[in-house]
C-alpha cells in the first residue's frame, strides 16, 4: 500500500512519558451492530486508570435497547435481547449518564482513551439526539489507541484489531469484547504507547488531540486508496475520515 503524505507524527523531542498519561479515563460500548448511524448501546463501561494503568475508577451500565439485538452482536458481546429486557436500564437513562459521565471526565481536563474513538463517540451521539440528550459534539480531548498505532508504527504489517493490538503491546486482554476489559486494554494500549514513543509524542494531551484529527483523515485516505486498488471500493467512494466524530 502506498504511504499517504502526512500519515505519521512529527519528532518533537520530549523525553519521559507524556503528562496526559498520569490519570486517563476509558471509555467502550457493545452495541447491537456496527452503524453509528442506526445501531444502540447494550453495554458501556466509563473508567479511570493511573498511572500504572490500575483502574481507580469504574462504572458499568447495561441498557433495553428498545430494539431486538441481533444474533450475530449477541455471539460477539454475550447479551441477547432477552437478558437486556430483563435487567437493562432504559436507554434514554444509560446514555443520559454515560454522556454526563464522560463529559465530567472531558471538562476536568482529563483525557478519555477509546479505541477506535470515532465508532464509539459517534453511536453514543446519536443515541443522544434519538433520546433528547445533550450529546457530546466536540469531544475533547480523546486518545485513540488505534490513531496513534497507524501513526506511529505505520508499516507494521497485520491487523491493528484492539486483541492483536493488545497482544502487540503486550497488554493483557480478556473477556475481549466485554465493555470492561477492552476500555481498560485499551487504556494499557495508550499507556504503553506513550512509553514506547515518548521522544516523538506530545506531552500534552489537548495537542495530541489535535494531531490525530489529521492523522485519522490522513489514514482513512490511505486506506481508501487501498481499498480502491484492490476492488474493494468503487473509485469514487472515499471512507469517512472525521475524528473522533463522524
Known amino acids: 500500500m502506498k504511504a499517504t503524505k502526512g500519515v505519521g507524527p512529527e519528532v518533537d523531542g520530549h523525553g519521559g512519558p507524556p503528562t496526559w498519561t498520569r490519570v486517563i479515563g476509558v471509555f467502550d460500548l457493545e452495541t447491537t451492530g456496527v452503524d453509528v448511524a442506526e445501531d444502540r448501546i447494550v453495554t458501556a463501561h466509563v473508567g479511570l486508570l493511573d498511572a500504572s494503568g490500575s483502574a481507580i475508577l469504574a462504572r458499568d451500565w447495561i441498557a433495553d435497547p428498545g430494539v431486538e439485538i441481533p444474533a450475530a452482536a449477541t455471539a460477539v458481546h454475550g447479551i ?82 484492539l486483541a492483536v493490538v493488545a497482544e502487540h503491546y503486550a497488554v493483557r486482554l480478556d473477556d475481549a469484547h466485554e465493555a470492561s476489559a477492552d476500555a481498560v486494554a485499551a487504556g494499557r494500549i495508550a499507556q504503553a504507547l506513550a512509553g514506547r514513543f515518548a521522544g516523538l509524542m506530545p506531552p500534552e494531551a489537548d495537542e495530541l488531540h489535535t494531531r490525530q484529527i489529521a492523522w485519522a483523515r490522513a489514514q482513512a485516505a490511505s486506506l481508501t486508496e487501498y481499498f480502491i486498488s484492490i476492488g474493494r471500493l468503487d473509485p469514487d467512494t472515499e471512507l469517512d475520515g472525521r475524528w473522533p466524530i463522524r
Open 80 to 161: 441477547s435481547t432477552e437478558h437486556a429486557r430483563a435487567i437493562g436500564a432504559p436507554a434514554c437513562d444509560v446514555v443520559e449518564q454515560v454522556t454526563d459521565t464522560l463529559r465530567s471526565l472531558l471538562d476536568a481536563g482529563i483525557p478519555v482513551v477509546a479505541y477506535n474513538a470515532a465508532f464509539d463517540f459517534s453511536l453514543l451521539a446519536r443515541e443522544a439526539s434519538r433520546h433528547g440528550v445533550l450529546p457530546l459534539r466536540n469531544p475533547s480531548p480523546v486518545i485513540d489507541p488505534l490513531v496513534l498505532d497507524k501513526a506511529y508504527d505505520r508499516f507494521r504489517r497485520g491487523k491493528r484489531t
